[in-house]
C-alpha cells in the first residue's frame, strides 16, 4: 500500500445533485464536514477518490474531470484499494480523517454510468468523517497514520508486515 500522496484537487457544492466545483483549499470542520458542501452534517462528510481511476472512464468520456464523480477530495499517488473501515488518513499538518464507508450505490440517473456503462465512485471512492478539522489546500500531502505494527499482528480485517 503506497503510504503516502496528495491531495490533487478539491471540489465542493452547495447542492446535492450539482456538479461539483474545484476550490483550492477547503475548511475541514471537525464531526461535520467541508464548510459549504451539501454533504457536511450527513454520514459521509467527506468522500475521496484516486485521480488514478479516471483513466479507465477518460476514453469514453475524455472531458472527465476531478469532482464529476461528486467527490471532495481527489488524491494522487495514494493506494486507496486496501482501505479498512475505521483506518486514518492525515492532510497536511492538521486534518485527520477516519474511514467510514467504502464505496456506495451508484444513484439513478449517473450521467457517468450511462454514458460509460460503469462508475468508478461505487468499487473505489472513501467516505470519511472529520476526526480534526483544519484547513487543506490543493497540492497538501496525503498519509496513511498507522500505529507502529508487528510483525503478523492483525488490524481491521487483514494482516499487516513490520515497515
Same mark, same amino acid.
Request: with cysteine.
Given at each position: 500500500?503506497?503510504?503516502? #500522496?496528495?491531495? %490533487?484537487?478539491?471540489? &465542493?457544492?452547495?447542492?446535492?445533485?450539482?456538479?461539483?466545483?474545484?476550490?483550492? $483549499?477547503a475548511?475541514m &470542520?471537525e464531526g461535520?464536514g467541508?464548510a #459549504?458542501?451539501? %454533504?457536511?452534517?450527513s454520514e *459521509?462528510? &467527506?468522500s475521496?477518490?484516486?485521480?488514478?481511476?479516471f483513466?479507465? &472512464?477518460?476514453?469514453?468520456?475524455? $472531458?472527465i474531470?476531478? #469532482?464529476?464523480?461528486?467527490?471532495?477530495i481527489?488524491t494522487?499517488?495514494?493506494?486507496?484499494?486496501?482501505?479498512?473501515?475505521?483506518?486514518?488518513l492525515s492532510?497536511?499538518?492538521?486534518v *485527520?480523517l477516519?474511514?467510514t464507508?467504502?464505496?456506495?450505490?451508484? %444513484?439513478?440517473g449517473?450521467y457517468?454510468r450511462?454514458?460509460v456503462?460503469?462508475?468508478?465512485?461505487?468499487?473505489?471512492g472513501?467516505?470519511? *468523517?472529520?476526526?480534526r #478539522?483544519?484547513?487543506?489546500?490543493?497540492?497538501d500531502t496525503i498519509?496513511? $497514520? *498507522?500505529?507502529?505494527?508487528k510483525?503478523?499482528?492483525?488490524? %481491521?480485517?487483514r494482516?499487516t508486515?513490520?515497515?
Amino acid at each position: 500500500m503506497t503510504m503516502y #500522496g496528495r491531495v %490533487h484537487r478539491l471540489s &465542493v457544492s452547495p447542492e446535492k445533485g450539482l456538479k461539483k466545483t474545484n476550490v483550492d $483549499e477547503a475548511v475541514m &470542520v471537525e464531526g461535520f464536514g467541508i464548510a #459549504g458542501d451539501a %454533504h457536511a452534517g450527513s454520514e *459521509r462528510q &467527506v468522500s475521496l477518490l484516486p485521480f488514478e481511476a479516471f483513466d479507465s &472512464v477518460r476514453e469514453q468520456l475524455p $472531458e472527465i474531470a476531478p #469532482g464529476d464523480f461528486a467527490e471532495n477530495i481527489t488524491t494522487q499517488g495514494l493506494d486507496l484499494s486496501s482501505a479498512s473501515v475505521g483506518d486514518m488518513l492525515s492532510i497536511g499538518a492538521q486534518v *485527520r480523517l477516519v474511514i467510514t464507508q467504502i464505496g456506495k450505490e451508484c %444513484h439513478n440517473g449517473c450521467y457517468i454510468r450511462e454514458a460509460v456503462g460503469d462508475c468508478i465512485m461505487p468499487r473505489l471512492g472513501l467516505f470519511a *468523517r472529520i476526526a480534526r #478539522g483544519g484547513v487543506i489546500r490543493v497540492g497538501d500531502t496525503i498519509a496513511w $497514520e *498507522r500505529p507502529t505494527e508487528k510483525i503478523g499482528e492483525v488490524r %481491521h480485517d487483514r494482516v499487516t508486515e513490520s515497515m
